[in-house]
């Protein structure tokens, strides 16, 4: 590190003033010109080697303040990377991007995310030539988000497939964008880019748009254009595509098997569309792709899919980021400080968490001071990261405030936009003798019984729980009663009993397989004789198992917009409008599809079915 003392913020900002001139943009980023690059190439020319390395960094610290942390928080940084704070991290390694995640305490509500944001700010600007820091996280909304209520939650992916409107999925990346950049989070880990076909998929499933490329790709560049609305840098993921795994990559190493043809219509497609949409920022996967690659490597530390595919064939230029270093499948067959190492070698410009940074980032140095990597390699890489920096504004004095806050995270009308969008996701799949909607005359009460899985960060949850709340304020007496996803006997026979004083049940399912007692649960509360009415809310090809049931819609995410407009459909206080965007297949004979992609039945609002069908429960 430089012994230079550290010069006032005042005159930080004073010796960047040309470049905030030239690089501000009022509303959305636009492209860095020969001048802007200029501008960039002397800021590195300054940097020394170990400031260079640095800003290849994007790594975790635990707090939520960025100079005043829980003991407990003081505690893991120390053991996990050797500094107390985030301020002392930035200091030790000058790192160029932090990760927030909510286990890692910093999401713990907007003003202190902004206070967090803020701090790191100002920590990495007290430095000698101090720079903006990228501040990123996974708000891919749905089953993964970090930043939970009051921030506005939407739907998942999947949900958004269903509904099919390129409208809705930029108007997410929009709002969503905003509430984040008001907070400080200049960079989202999101969109989906995978095409999720591979139904026992471990990983991807409902964070993928769907199964139908073209479809993908459409919601894919509307919700990229959203997020570059907001100023805030979105990020296509897993390239060259995750979605036809059976293995987790944060606990193994998949193997995709598809042919180079299969990848160019299938996995290529949304990647090409976010790449023409200006995407900011590509992530790779930790997956072996043989007909792409045959060495054997991951696809993260492969110069022949990152460098020769890409950036050659595909022609893309912006930053390439690694997904987290710390999973599995990138460390299956070398150790932690050749990993980023080849990451570089093959392309790569942002390293994400790797487990030890301290191992990491002194490999890299090493590997420059021995000749492996050239200080011109990094050069190339830091411009791609100004460039996006510039691009978002980053080099202005721009900070995250209470105003701004107050104005736009949680807003009624973010909130209302979300509920809308949700309307039109809920997919009805199976309805016979029109069991559904359900009314309050005729099934007053109702039992909402099945699996709890734990909710997604900063939702109310349980599904059941705010299933049968949103059902209550629609005018019915719902019960409640969890059984869990592997209900056990005793619970399988409690739930049958409490039929018995319900008009009518409605079973929550959670990714339900031959062997799951989910299975029976259905089974004997369907033996009842009262009606049900299935809600899967993860996975749609839960149906499948359901042969025999009458009524079975599917949700695609258990957050609590996606259940409370799943009960506004139960209780026909509007229609089902999604339609499948993964095929189902049959649970005995997966060769035949029981439900193609566009399924989905609908009836009219409850106000005008009841004219039509008057004997309707």
Not at 126 to 133: A, I, S
Not at 135 to 146: F, K, L, S, Y
Not at 202 to 214: E, K, L, W, Y
Not at 488 to 501: E, L, N
Request: glycine share 8%; net charge neutral.
């Amino acid at each position: 590190m430089s012994a230079l003392s550290r010069p006032s913020r005042r005159a930080v900002l004073a010796a960047t003033a040309g470049l905030t001139a030239a690089l501000t943009v009022p509303t959305t980023a636009r492209a860095a010109t020969p001048g802007d690059d200029r501008r960039l190439r002397a800021l590195i020319a300054r940097m020394t080697l170990q400031e260079k390395v640095g800003q290849l960094f994007v790594m975790r610290v635990y707090g939520h303040s960025a100079t005043a942390p829980d003991q407990a928080d003081i505690d893991a940084n120390l053991k996990e990377i050797g500094v107390r704070t985030a301020a002392e991290l930035i200091a030790k390694y000058r790192v160029g991007g932090i990760i927030y995640f909510t286990w890692a305490h910093n999401t713990r509500d907007p003003h202190q995310i902004a206070g967090l944001s803020d701090g790191i700010q100002q920590a990495s600007l007290d430095q000698p030539r101090g720079l903006p820091v990228l501040i990123a996280t996974d708000q891919e909304h749905g089953a993964v988000c970090r930043v939970g209520k009051p921030a506005t939650l939407f739907p998942g992916a999947m949900a958004l497939g269903a509904a099919g409107s390129r409208a809705d999925a930029h108007t997410l990346g929009r709002i969503s964008g905003a509430e984040l950049r008001a907070m400080g989070v200049n960079q989202d880990y999101s969109p989906d880019a995978d095409v999720n076909v591979n139904p026992a998929n471990p990983v991807i499933g409902v964070r993928s748009f769907g199964a139908d490329p073209d479809a993908v790709a459409a919601l894919v560049a509307a919700e990229v254009k959203g997020y570059q609305a907001s100023r805030v840098a979105a990020t296509a993921k897993h390239f060259p595509g995750h979605g036809d795994t059976a293995t987790d990559s944060h606990t193994g190493f998949p193997v995709i098997t598809h042919s180079r043809e299969v990848w160019e219509k299938l996995d290529a497609v949304p990647f090409r569309a976010a790449i023409a949409a200006g995407i900011d920022c590509i992530m790779t996967a930790h997956i072996q792709f043989p007909a792409l690659d045959d060495s054997g490597d991951p696809a993260t530390l492969s110069p022949s899919i990152l460098t020769g595919i890409l950036r050659g064939e595909l022609g893309y230029d912006g930053v390439v980021i690694t997904d987290s270093l710390g999973m599995e499948g990138v460390r299956t067959k070398y150790g932690d400080d050749r990993v980023p190492v080849l990451a570089l070698k093959a392309g790569v410009d942002q390293l994400l968490n790797p487990p030890s940074l301290d191992v990491a980032w002194n490999a890299v140095v090493q590997a420059v001071q021995d000749g492996e990597l050239t200080e011109a390699r990094l050069d190339e890489s830091i411009l791609r990261i100004l460039r996006m920096k510039a691009r978002l504004g980053l080099f202005d004095d721009r900070r995250a405030g209470r105003t701004s806050i107050e104005r736009t995270v949680g807003t009624p009308a973010h909130l209302a936009a979300a509920d809308r969008i949700a309307e039109r996701t809920t997919t009805l799949l199976v309805n016979e003798d029109e069991i559904l909607p359900f009314s309050t005359s005729a099934a007053p009460r109702l039992l909402v019984v099945g699996a709890d899985p734990a909710s997604p960060t900063g939702t109310d949850g349980p599904p059941t729980a705010v299933l049968a709340a949103a059902l209550t304020e629609l005018g019915f007496t719902a019960t409640a009663l969890s059984t869990g996803t592997a209900p056990s006997a005793a619970a399988i026979a409690g739930a049958v009993t409490a039929a018995q004083d319900a008009d009518a049940v409605v079973v929550v399912t959670y990714n339900v397989t031959a062997g799951n007692a989910q299975r029976t649960l259905v089974e004997q509360l369907a033996a009842t004789g009262r009606p049900v009415a299935a809600l899967a809310v993860r996975n749609p090809y839960d149906v499948a198992q359901f042969p025999s049931l009458k009524a079975c819609l599917t949700s695609y995410g258990w957050t609590d917009v996606e259940v409370r407009a799943a009960a506004r459909v139960i209780a026909g206080r509007v229609g089902p409008r999604g339609r499948l965007p993964v095929p189902v297949q049959r649970a005995d004979d997966p060769t035949q599809v029981l439900y193609p992609i566009g399924h989905g039945l609908t009836y009219q609002p409850y106000a005008t079915h009841r004219a039509q069908y008057p004997q309707q429960g």
